[in-house]
């Protein structure tokens, strides 16, 4: 009997861990063998029998017909999903034939490919987090499909080898050099769209300025076509770029979900999602078998917005609290738990009321101040809790939008708002919507005055003990905005202003 091991990698979560594949061939008493595979594959990892043994033939690399095989993929307590162990097996199937004159493959190279039926190699997902596996394990080299080879190449760290086919594999395997890699993808085509696009709504450009600099949720309230959808997909324009880790971690998420553009390496750009209100508990939270990263976990280190909030599934939107809260959120499974990344910036938007159109310059409401009540009720005040800005985003007139000069454009905005988080960063490590209550009574304090305002806001509005401290974040971030260490009346005053559902309707 031959025995050989091959290193691959499996995905669970948002982790890649290596996964040993072990192949031994034993010359059959008669006839044909056949090909067994233990260690929990899935089905789309038992086919891969097929793709390989005819991948082989087709690469002209053998021509018997099968030994007795057996394939084990340990640690066997995991289960193996997907077509990416294919180029693993099919190494350790022709090392271990005897004349074949391939070297036992490296142990320090992890494999990862799904296979053609002629041999060439297929991109999987999940290679952002399999080459962080091998780089953590202290591999040398990865081998990858072309198109995956830039995403591999990202983590850093690894000889990335990226043959076209099994045969070029093969040629690398017996001594030649690696093939050279695939031109850089092009920089990604499109840009950010532009703040200064969007006509008058100074007001809401202004909150948006204060909730980027601070990192805080925002809701929008404003009639149908009022300018929301525009503005929120303008807000990852106006946040700091992403650090290198950062866009590692977004680019590794993106992968594992299969969103990654093929031939890309680092996305660079923050994420915006935008689930409809249809969308699944798993779907937007992320889970299911396996489970996989929701929407939330998408727009990690970016922005999710949802849109028509009220007709969100209550259960789902009720879901969301803690991993906001959190910043991650973790699944168990099988007496082990995921961890999910969910470090992401909510901004909602709704109607002012059912129809729409309460407030409206010109169109008439139609709703009944219970309808009006029970509209806005269905958004709980935990998570309500949760949205430090609310604020309105009227109809503008035609004057506005009409105007010739849109206001200042996402770069200028950006800047200041990298200032401020600069700012809060040195001072306390954290953005400002991310402060503790300890940290913010340490950090954000504000006049005589600005306090005394603020007491009687809490008096007048009823405001509760967390929105009192939600106000004095945003305050903290609009003295931030302008370098001011002390919080001013002014900022304090500002701040109360963006919470128009704590006043009544
Ligand atoms: N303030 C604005 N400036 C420029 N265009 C606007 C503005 N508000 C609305 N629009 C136009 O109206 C369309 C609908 O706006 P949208 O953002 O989808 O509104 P909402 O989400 O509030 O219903 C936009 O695609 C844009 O063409
Ligand atoms: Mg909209």
């Not at 982790?15 to 067994?36: I, M």
């Not at 953590?136 to 690894?158: D, F, M, Q, S, T």
């Not at 007496?335 to 990344?341: E, M």
Request: aromatic fraction near 2%; proline fraction near 9%; hydrophobic fraction near 45%.
């Amino acid at each position: 009997m031959r025995l050989v091991t091959v290193l691959a990698a499996g995905i669970e979560g948002v982790d890649g861990y290596l996964v040993t594949v072990e192949v031994a061939r034993a010359e059959p008493a008669s006839g044909e063998g056949r090909v067994t595979m233990v260690g929990l594959p899935d089905a789309a990892v038992r086919e891969s029998v097929q793709r390989v043994t005819t991948a082989i033939f087709a690469s002209g690399l053998h021509h018997r017909p099968h030994d007795a095989i057996t394939v084990n993929l340990a640690p066997a307590d995991r289960r193996k999903e997907g077509p990416a162990f294919d180029l693993a097996c099919a190494i350790g199937f022709l090392a271990t034939i005897a004349d074949n004159e391939l070297p036992p493959p490296p142990r320090d190279a992890l494999f990862l490919a799904e296979l053609a039926l002629d041999g060439t190699l297929r991109p999987v997902r999940g290679v952002v987090a399999a080459a962080a596996a091998a780089r953590a394990a202290g591999l040398r080299a990865i081998v990858v499909a072309p198109a995956n080879a830039h995403e591999a190449a990202a983590v850093g760290g690894l000889q990335v080898v990226a043959p076209a086919d099994l045969a070029g594999c093969c040629r690398w395997l017996r001594g030649a050099p690696a093939p050279p890699l695939p031109p850089p993808p092009p920089p990604l085509p499109e840009r950010e769209p532009c703040l200064s696009e969007v006509r008058g709504q100074e007001h809401a450009k202004r909150a948006l300025l204060i909730a980027a600099a601070g990192a805080h949720n925002v809701l929008m309230l404003g009639p149908p076509g009022s300018g929301k959808t525009m503005l929120a997909r303008r807000l990852p324009g106006i946040l700091p770029a992403l650090t290198d880790d950062e866009a590692l971690e977004v680019t590794r998420i993106h992968s594992i979900a299969g969103l990654l553009p093929a031939g890309c390496g680092l996305l660079r750009q923050r994420p915006f999602r935008a689930p409809h209100h249809g969308v699944s508990g798993p779907g937007l939270i992320g889970g299911g078998n396996p489970p996989r990263p929701g929407e939330l976990s998408l727009a990690h280190h970016g922005v999710l917005f949802l849109d028509e909030l009220p007709e969100y599934a209550r259960s789902t939107l009720e879901s969301l609290r803690q991993p906001l809260e959190d910043g991650h959120l973790t699944i168990a499974r099988a007496g082990h738990r995921l961890r999910f990344p969910a470090r992401c910036m909510l901004v909602a938007a709704m109607n002012p009321c059912p129809c729409g159109y309460l407030g409206h310059p010109t169109r008439r409401c139609t709703c009944g101040a219970d309808e009006i009540h029970r509209y806005r009720a269905r958004i709980s005040g935990p998570l309500l809790d949760r949205i430090d800005l609310h604020l309105e985003v009227p109809a503008q007139k035609p004057e506005a939008l009409q105007a010739a000069q849109g206001g200042e454009s996402s770069a200028v905005l950006r800047q200041r708002v990298q200032e401020a988080r600069a700012r809060m960063l040195r001072r306390q490590g954290v953005p400002n919507a991310l402060l503790e209550a300890g940290a913010l009574r340490r950090h954000a304090q504000p006049s005589a005055e600005a306090l005394r305002l603020l007491a009687q806001a809490v008096d007048e509005l009823g405001l509760s003990a967390r929105a009192h401290d939600r106000v004095l974040k945003v305050a903290r971030s609009i003295a931030d905005l302008d370098a001011r260490p002390t919080i001013s009346i002014d900022d304090v005053s500002e701040a109360i202003g963006y919470r128009v559902l704590d006043r009544p309707a």
